[in-house]
């Protein structure tokens, strides 16, 4: 069954003609060309987008990452679900595998699996009969464990004195006495961080805390539990793979890329006993992921990936490097123009 999957997806994946050697060489040596590769008809090449979201939220947090508001998001919905199709991941992809996606298409997607797309997000998409995808960083879900980026901003947020000096980040000296300036200066840490190894980041974020001198840090469950992600399924929700621990990929060991991808996809499957088939590479920003994850994920039974690189997508596109685009607008209105503008200029 999954060499017939591979099979059918290498065909798609040779037709996109943007893949590089490593993973044509594996294709081509493990015959996987004998599949007949879906027939792209350009006048059906119709564009399709996908949006990304992280948290949803009652209210602004500076603390949050990447949180929008449940009135701006519910706006945003509303103005979706009127105007264009909503689809999950896996019915993309089952349309990407046959060559043809259906007019005005589009993708809703969080990444990492936080409690709050339950609590919050997951009521409004229910409203108005809209389904999503939520792509899980498998480890963190159903504990109180936090992907290191909460830690930064957790550290900041708890902070028990009034200036930091972090050196090596170029923080010299800075004031922290509010939140905005305690906001600033995690985001400004959050950037610095994301050059390193995950062992070497880890290392970093654990001597943030010890400089920011953090006494009694927040310990309520900020993920999703396996409990609450099986609830969702039943009601229309997909489910796909955003890694074990949320490294970016490109910082790690070939060996450790193959493990965080396949075991997260195996993870997920046991939990929720549904196939999974989609990724969200973590940060998804070019140079974040390579050829190599590409045959990792190829080689695991994946059937397409995402990035966080803007812009809308078609069918011709490489399956494993698909577009994604953040909610810029909060007024309905503009939030819809810009769909539409980058569904046309895409």
């Keep these: 069954m999954l060499k017939k999957q591979i099979i059918r997806l290498a065909g798609s994946v040779l037709q996109s003609q943007v893949i590089g050697a490593k993973t044509r060489n594996f294709i081509e040596s493990h015959q996987l060309t004998r599949a007949f590769p879906p027939k792209i008809d350009k006048r059906n090449e119709l564009p399709f987008q996908i949006l990304v979201y992280h948290r949803v939220l009652p209210a602004p947090d500076p603390f949050a990452i990447d949180a929008i508001t449940t009135i701006d998001f519910e706006r945003q919905v509303s103005a979706l679900s009127a105007s264009f199709r909503l689809i999950t991941m896996d019915q993309l992809a089952t349309e990407l595998r046959a060559g043809m996606i259906g007019p005005n298409s589009v993708c809703i997607t969080f990444d990492d699996g ?56 170029g923080i010299a000296d800075y004031a922290i006495r509010t939140d905005e300036e305690r906001s600033t200066v995690a985001f400004k840490l959050l950037l610095w961080l994301k050059q390193f190894s995950h062992q070497a980041r880890d290392d970093y974020v654990a001597q943030l805390f010890e400089r920011c001198r953090v006494k009694h ?32 990929l490109s910082r790690i ?39 190599t994850c590409k045959l990792a994920l190829l080689k695991a039974g994946f059937t397409c990936a995402v990035t966080t690189l ?37």
Excluded at 268 to 281: C, G, H, L, M, N
Excluded at 327 to 333: A, E, L
């Design 114 to 169: 936080y409690r709050d797309n339950f609590e919050y997000a997951f009521p409004i998409l229910k409203k108005y009969n809209a389904p999503a995808t939520i792509f899980l960083a498998s480890n963190f879900i159903g504990t109180k464990e936090r992907i290191w980026h909460d830690d930064v901003l957790s550290a900041l947020k708890y902070a028990t004195r009034d200036r930091l000096e972090f050196a090596e980040a």
């Design 253 to 291: 060991s070939d060996a450790e890329i193959e493990s965080e991808i396949a075991d997260s996809k195996s993870a997920i499957e046991r939990a929720i006993d549904v196939p999974v088939s989609t990724f969200a590479y973590p940060n998804g920003k070019a140079g974040d992921f390579n050829e």
């Design 310 to 346: 803007a812009g809308a997508n078609s069918v011709s596109k490489d399956p494993f490097e698909l577009h994604r685009t953040a909610p810029w607008d909060r007024d309905p209105k503009g939030f819809f123009s810009r769909m539409c503008f980058e569904r046309f200029a895409g």
């Design 217 to 248: 840090a927040e310990s309520t469950r900020l993920m999703l539990n396996w409990q609450e992600v099986r609830f969702m399924l039943k009601n229309g929700f997909a489910f796909g793979a955003h890694t074990k621990s949320h490294p970016i």
